[in-house]
């Protein structure tokens, strides 16, 4: 099962910030966090993943909470071609090949014109 | 620098026959894993293979099997096809042991419909 709680879906306008919620209240240790998206009849595509501090990158920022028992994904200015689902996912340290993603049902992001 | 490779993109089979989905790997990756996305889900995870062996397996059936090759190609296989595997294969590539990983890369899949 999924160790992660996400909002069904999420409206944003274009060219403002989306800001994407997750909750993993029973997050380990040496558990990151990770995002993914998936545009409509693609595979997922890996946005960014973190541990414990905030992370950024040419697409997004991870924002983590001190507890790390949640965290915000910004899309700093969202375009149409944003529009995705979203997931979040904790995974133990990645050098490991026998560790695999479980995916929730993810966030349904709209950005509307 | 090619991405994850699947073939076919898209398949229709009759229940009860048999399929073989292929991937290739992203270059530089030798880990390949699969999954299955049913509509309007998220991806279940299927199997993992490096060094052409299965290292771990999700809560799947022995009807789906897999095989990973020397050039770390790896083909996904499906016997007594059931109305229910109708979904979204996608194959998935990693680096392993190369230090930080950014996860994994993901092929666009392959949409199996089983009439």
């Known amino acids: 099962d999924a160790k992660t709680t996400q909002p069904t879906s999420m409206d944003c306008a274009e060219g403002r910030a989306a800001n994407l919620p997750c909750n993993h209240s029973?997050?380990?240790?040496?558990?990151?966090v990770y995002w993914y998206r998936q545009i409509h009849s693609q595979g997922p595509q890996y946005i960014i993943h973190?541990?414990?501090n905030n992370e950024t990158n040419e697409m997004a920022s991870l924002i983590i909470t001190e507890d790390r028992k949640s965290s915000t994904l910004i899309l700093p200015h969202a375009t149409l071609r944003d529009t995705a689902v979203y997931y979040c996912?904790?995974?133990?340290?990645?050098?490991?090949?026998?560790?695999?993603?479980?995916f929730g049902p993810g966030t349904r992001l709209s950005v509307l014109p | 620098d090619a991405g994850v490779t699947q073939s076919p993109t898209h398949l229709i089979k009759t229940r009860g026959q048999q399929v073989t989905l292929r991937c290739s790997p992203k270059?530089?990756?030798?880990?390949v894993s699969w999954y299955q996305q049913a509509l309007g889900q998220g991806p279940q995870f299927i199997f993992q293979y490096y060094e052409e062996e299965e290292r771990q397996r999700g809560n799947f059936p022995d009807r789906f099997s897999g095989h990973q090759f020397p050039n770390y190609s790896s083909e996904l296989n499906v016997n007594a096809l059931l109305l229910g595997d109708s979904a979204l294969y996608l194959c998935a590539s990693n680096p392993t042991g190369t230090g930080r990983n950014y996860g994994y890369t993901f092929g666009s899949g392959t949409r199996l419909t089983v009439v």
């Open positions: 996912i904790v995974r133990v340290a990645p050098d490991n090949y026998g560790q695999n993603f479980v």
């Open positions: 973190g541990l414990k």
């Open positions: 270059s530089g990756h030798d880990t």
């Open positions: 029973t997050i380990s240790g040496n558990e990151y």
